[in-house]
């Protein structure tokens, strides 16, 4: 493990997480600054960088836990994610997996950001990191203000089914 790294001090319990699964090879928590409701992490224990840094059977469960996330959270339409290097928006240097629930919160509705010209501008503030016009994934990020007990009620919620 890294010292300096944020996802193996959670790992280690240096950092609170809410733990939705946790084996000797892997640990899925939820994302404490996520796009949609239920989005959450699932991460080797091994650290490495990139996704070629990590032993085979450090990776075995990471599907298979994810499906059950997704199974657990009731999403009927997801992304998993997982980014190599900066270029291809990784930040943190520690690989993970994403499990993203794409529909939108009610506090996004009540704000307006799901529809129009407020949405529109919010897309065009968005500044994306890419090699060119043409290359790469195009996604925005659209990080929301957490509200800790309503998390920790969807993370008892959700480890209830884990």
């Not at 609170?16 to 600054?33: G, R």
């Not at 032993?55 to 980014?83: F, W």
């Not at 690989?95 to 949405?119: I, T, W, Y």
Request: with cysteine; charged share 25%.
């Amino acid at each position: 493990m890294a010292a300096a790294c944020i996802f193996c001090k959670i790992i280690k319990g240096e950092i609170p997480s809410f733990k939705l699964f946790e084996s000797p090879h892997i640990l899925a928590f939820l994302d404490i600054n996520p796009l949609s409701r239920g989005h959450a992490l699932v991460i080797p224990k091994h650290h490495g960088e990139k996704l070629t840094d990590i032993p085979d059977e450090q990776l075995r469960e990471i599907l298979p836990v994810t499906k059950k996330l997704v199974l657990a959270t009731g999403a009927e339409n997801y992304n998993i994610l997982q980014n190599n290097g900066r270029i291809a928006h990784q930040v943190v240097d520690h690989v993970h997996f994403h499990m993203v629930c794409p529909q939108l919160n009610r506090e996004q509705d009540e704000a307006g950001l799901s529809k129009g010209k407020k949405r529109q501008e919010a897309l065009r503030q968005q500044q994306i990191p890419k090699p060119n016009v043409t290359e790469g994934l195009s996604m925005t990020w659209p990080m929301q203000p957490t509200d800790m007990d309503k998390l920790k009620s969807y993370f008892e919620e959700v480890k209830a089914k884990m």
